[in-house]
């Protein structure tokens, strides 16, 4: 099992509010990335950091944003909750100076907008 | 349009079978990544091969590559009800502006294996 946490596993949520989905891991990994996924669906990058102070924004735009103020902690923020943002949000975490290693996922949340 | 195409989008065997899932590419790889998803939970990678290589074994998993026709394949043999999951393929490829690259999934291959 990777040493990469996500909380809450599941939220429900109203329209509107503020949330923050956690992300933290414990193996000193530099590079951390947050995926979206519907059910039966690929994955879809929304955000990536390679290091402390550093984001970048992925491929599918997202209205989420992200920190990275501490190397093994990654939280991913929606101001405003919207139904179109309930999906499945994993983070994940490698270690090296380029994308050619693998990635430990954390086990996702799940996040419902009602 | 999806970097990574898994072929196919599900399979159902029973035990005791050899499951193949395929994977397709478009542009020039670094390696190429197979990753398992149990129902509801986060992906678990499973092997990496590099772009200079062609098989690469791993206990019951074998994984080709041909750069030619821009293609993967993963072999489960003598496959368990535990290997039920959905697999994925991620392609290591691209370039950010910072001169990083990051993993392109697929749709990936729901399997189900039958006791």
């Known amino acids: 099992e990777a040493d990469i946490y996500q909380t809450p596993r599941y939220l429900v949520i109203g329209t509107g509010k503020k949330i923050t989905l956690e992300c933290s891991q414990t193996m000193g990994h530099d590079k951390m990335y947050w995926y979206q996924q519907d059910p039966g669906m690929e994955l879809h990058l929304i955000h990536y950091s390679y290091g402390v102070n550093s984001t970048e924004k992925g491929d599918l735009s997202s209205e989420s944003t992200v920190s990275r103020i501490r190397t093994e902690h990654f939280p991913l923020t929606l101001e405003s909750a919207r139904p179109s943002h309930t999906s499945q949000y994993l983070c994940?975490?490698?270690?090296?100076?380029?994308?050619?290693?693998?990635?430990?996922f954390g086990p996702g949340t799940r996040l419902t907008v009602t | 349009s999806q970097q990574g195409e898994e072929d196919p989008q599900a399979l159902s065997i029973q035990e005791g079978e050899n499951a193949t899932m395929n994977c397709s590419y478009k542009?020039?790889?670094?390696?190429l990544q197979w990753y398992r998803q149990n129902s509801g939970r986060g992906l678990v990678h499973l092997i990496l091969i590099r772009s200079n290589e062609r098989e690469k074994h791993s206990g019951r998993l074998r994984v080709t590559l041909d750069t030619s026709k821009k293609s993967s394949s993963l072999l489960i043999t003598a496959s368990r009800a535990a290997d039920t999951a959905s697999y994925f393929c991620a392609t290591d490829s691209r370039e950010t502006m910072s001169g990083y690259s990051t993993l392109t999934f697929g749709k990936g291959t729901m399997l189900l294996v039958s006791p």
């Open positions: 542009t020039s790889i670094n390696n």
């Open positions: 994940a975490s490698s270690v090296g100076p380029k994308s050619h290693y693998e990635q430990y």
